[in-house]
């Protein structure tokens, strides 16, 4: 029989000392006050030793969401989440990728459904890796792609952040372009631009090279690299979204016939920048739902300097593209899980060249839904995080002048890494009587904007705690206005 000889001290339990240690890296990540809550935040790293990167992949698969990134630790792996509804996240275990590591590539699930297959770029290689279990957490090592001779041999192919889809009795590979490539190891391939181009193959094993992926560019495009790109259909069109390493995140809608896109549109969807002068919407992954919506998600580099975590993901977005032809882009449905505690301050009335501070809505994880009604003024917005004198906030306006709507920080009072300041601005125009509607999501010092479903930014803005409030602001005019404002849980564990 066990007989109790005294306390026994747990001072110097391994056991208990992990636990204490847990407990105080727990509390010092809930009482960060630049870490956002709701937002998906990669648990661990400190940005330098280990730190996240590209997204990889976004697929659903046995009933749950699976979003994938690189990730740098001890060794380079793939970060990895599961949510069953896009707001909640699991971390998942990382897919170990050696010191050789992996780019950017695509997911697809094979034709008879039993394994998802990840192409990319592996220790300099075409290659893919496969899995089959329930939450894709043991990968095969890579598997070399057999890409064909006629590609090896043509001066504009080389294999850069490939993309993958199947269609009919095939798959298909996509391969980018980017100049300099590192890989490209032939004799006289200088830093010239490649080209984007296709392969398929009914088996995953003999491959047919279909040559260059578009039959054309628009203008003034043929200089932008194509990298970490995802191809779909959207409405009546197929679209191409992809970054370029100077532009960020940006798209062509086009059509898809032949084997061969045919763009007849471009835009950008990054128009923000972090204090670096990157872009911060960056590589955005997506899928189709099993309900049929197109949702994106992307790594947002915001650069909120040193902290005991290492990324911060985008909300998930919803894209469409209704028969007008103008991309649609507003935030999934799920997020209104979060919400509680719903506050409406409405018929408020905001003179020429003042502010008015809301009596009953503010804090930093607030959703808020802005209505402004159209009056002479030509410049009006939103202040958010403001001081108690209505300063040093972000301001999220628009200029009826300039057509755009500009988010942009008033003053970078406690950043002391940088003497430069955020800021994003995108074009956007109201249609004749039409209301500006702001869709604003503040998680800490992130701030997402949608603008009457038809404009999207991002920017941080690194606030004291105190600095909270929100207030309303006309210059030209007087307007009107209607908030509705929600506070929002958190949706990680800590």
């Not at 889809?165 to 095939?170: F, L």
């Not at 809608?253 to 990157?278: Q, R, V, Y």
């Not at 899928?287 to 790594?299: F, H, I, S």
């Not at 403001?386 to 970078?412: H, M, P, T, W």
Request: with cysteine; glycine share 8%; aromatic share 12%.
């Amino acid at each position: 029989m066990f007989k109790y000889h005294g306390q026994r001290s747990r001072t110097h339990s391994p056991r208990f000392s992990l636990a204490a240690d847990v407990n105080l890296l727990r509390q010092r990540l809930m009482d960060d006050p630049t870490r956002p809550t709701y937002h998906l935040v990669n648990s661990e790293g400190d940005g330098d030793r280990n730190y996240s990167a590209d997204p990889n992949f976004f697929v659903y698969w046995k009933g749950q969401y699976h979003f994938g990134y690189m990730n740098k630790g001890d060794e380079y792996a793939f970060g990895h989440y599961t949510s069953t509804d896009l707001v909640h996240w699991r971390r998942r275990k990382d897919c170990g990728l050696g010191s050789g590591g992996c780019g950017t590539g695509g997911t697809i699930i094979t034709k008879d459904g039993k394994k998802v297959i990840f192409v990319g770029i592996f220790g300099g290689r075409a290659s893919y890796i496969e899995s089959s279990d329930e939450n894709l957490e043991e990968w095969s090592k890579p598997i070399d792609i057999q890409v064909p001779q006629e590609a090896l041999d043509a001066d504009y192919w080389i294999f850069w952040d490939p993309d993958a889809w199947v269609e009919g009795d095939y798959y298909y590979v996509y391969s980018g372009s980017h100049a300099g490539h590192p890989f490209d190891k032939r004799p006289g391939s200088g830093s010239w631009y490649k080209e984007p181009t296709l392969m398929r193959s009914k088996d995953f094993k003999n491959w047919e090279f279909l040559g260059k992926f578009m039959t054309k560019d628009l203008p003034g495009l043929d200089r932008q690299d194509y990298s970490c790109t995802d191809f779909f259909k959207l409405g009546h069109k197929q679209m191409k979204l992809l970054i370029s390493h100077s532009w960020g995140a940006r798209y062509y809608l086009g059509e898809w016939k032949d084997n061969k896109f045919t763009p007849d549109f471009h835009a950008k969807m990054s128009w923000s920048w972090n204090p670096d002068k990157e872009p911060v919407y960056w590589v955005p992954k997506t899928y189709l739902t099993p309900d049929g919506r197109r949702v994106a998600m992307t790594l947002l580099r915001a650069k909120f300097g040193n902290t005991l975590w290492s990324a911060t993901f985008s909300l998930p977005w919803e894209l469409s593209l209704p028969d007008d032809g103008i991309l649609r882009i507003k935030p999934v449905r799920e997020l209104e899980r979060l919400r509680y505690n719903e506050t409406v301050e409405s018929d408020m009335v905001v003179k020429a060249g003042e502010k008015c501070r809301l009596k009953e809505i503010l804090g930093d994880t607030v959703e808020l839904n802005v209505t402004i009604k159209p009056t002479e003024a030509r410049d009006f917005g939103v202040k958010v995080l403001c001081d108690k004198g209505n300063q040093n906030g972000l301001n999220i306006f628009y200029s009826a002048g300039e057509k755009k709507i500009s988010v942009r920080d008033e003053k970078e009072t406690i950043d002391p890494d940088t003497s430069t300041r955020a800021y994003a601005d995108a074009p956007f125009e109201l249609k004749e009587g039409e209301d500006l509607n702001l869709r604003i999501f503040i998680d800490k010092p992130i701030v997402e904007v949608f603008i009457n479903d038809r404009q999207a930014a991002v920017q941080r803005h690194l606030h004291k705690p105190e600095d909270v409030g929100i207030c309303l602001h006309s210059e030209g005019g007087d307007l009107k206005a209607d908030v509705t404002g929600w506070k929002m849980a958190a949706s990680s564990q800590w």
